[in-house]
C-alpha cells in the first residue's frame, strides 16, 4: 500500500501544474486526503484538504487559485495548481487516512513527494 504523488515539474510565473496522488494497493476506505508543501528551509505547511464527499479547505496563501480534488472511483487525488508564483516552488507531499480492512482504524500515509519549481 502506499501513495503515489506525480505531475510536478518546472512552470514559469502564471502558468499551471497539475499534481495527481494515486493510493495504490488492497484498501478498504480513504478518509481523508490532503497536499502539503515543503519549501527549502521551511516547516512543512497545509496546502489543502479533501473528504470523501468532497469537502475541501485551503491553506490561506492559496488565495483561489489552486483546486483540490478527488476520484474516489480512482482512489486519486488532485491539485490543479493555476496563477504560480515562485514562492509556491517546494516539494508537494500526499497525505491519506487510509482503511486496510474492514473495521481497521485510519493509518496515516504520506507519498514520496513531488517537486514544483516555479521559475522563469
Known amino acids: 500500500v502506499q501513495l503515489q504523488a506525480s505531475g510536478g515539474g518546472l512552470a514559469q510565473p502564471g502558468g499551471s501544474l497539475r499534481l495527481s496522488c494515486a493510493a495504490l494497493g488492497n484498501i478498504f476506505s480513504i478518509d481523508i486526503m490532503a497536499w502539503y508543501r515543503q519549501a527549502p528551509g521551511k516547516q512543512r505547511e497545509l496546502v489543502a484538504t479533501v473528504t470523501s464527499a468532497g469537502g475541501t479547505t485551503y491553506g490561506n496563501f492559496v488565495k483561489g487559485r489552486f483546486t483540490v480534488s478527488r476520484d474516489n472511483a480512482k482512489n486519486t487525488m488532485y491539485l490543479q495548481m493555476n496563477s504560480l508564483k515562485p514562492e509556491d516552488t517546494a516539494v508537494y507531499y500526499c497525505?491519506?487516512?487510509?482503511?486496510?480492512?474492514?473495521?481497521?482504524?485510519?493509518?496515516?500515509?504520506w507519498g514520496q513527494g513531488t517537486l514544483v519549481t516555479v521559475s522563469s
Open positions: 497525505n491519506a487516512g487510509l482503511m486496510l480492512n474492514s473495521g481497521d482504524r485510519y493509518t496515516s500515509y
